[in-house]
């Protein structure tokens, strides 16, 4: 498996950072200059099983995915599949602040054909890899900044 992971303190507590993401359809656009549109298909919040369909520009191209929500544990983990890859969203608290982890894996989980196959990968994909690492470090950046200046303002 490849695996790319990002992590950042956000200074506010975890709920709010929780909330924030609960309601990611009405902050997606303004979460990172690349990302189009965000909308639930199935649900309206972060349960299991619920579908986020994002649009978002990488690698220069528009990519749409559907999110389904694997494992959520309320005001801590967001687990999720595409097609393709998975990822997670965790939150831990940390003296009244969070720390945020945004991980995405891709790849096979076979053993001695899966290490082979994710070389390949990795000099096939080199520069989008790095690219979705960058991206994944300015959403924290961003996210961080978002959610202080909501709490500075006293935003919902």
């Known amino acids: 498996m490849i695996r790319l992971r990002d992590s950042i303190t956000i200074n506010v507590p975890v709920d709010q950072v929780w909330t924030w993401l609960n309601a990611l359809p009405t902050h997606y656009r303004q979460w990172h200059p690349a990302h189009v549109t965000c909308r639930y298909e199935h649900g309206d919040h972060l349960e299991v099983g619920a579908v986020l369909y994002v649009e978002e520009i990488l690698h220069d191209r528009l990519h749409r995915l559907r999110l389904r929500a694997t494992h959520v544990v309320s005001g801590r ?80």
Not at 94 to 123: C, P, Q, Y
Not at 133 to 146: D, P
């Open 77 to 156: 983990a967001l687990h999720y599949r595409g097609r393709g890859f998975t990822g997670a969203f965790l939150l831990e608290p940390a003296n009244g602040s969070t720390s945020f982890t945004a991980e995405l894996a891709f790849g096979t989980r076979l053993k001695v054909l899966g290490v082979i196959l994710d070389s390949v990968l990795r000099r096939v994909l080199g520069r989008r890899l790095a690219e979705l690492q960058s991206h994944m470090y300015e959403e924290g950046v961003n996210l961080k900044r978002l959610v202080e200046t909501e709490r500075r303002e006293g935003l919902p």
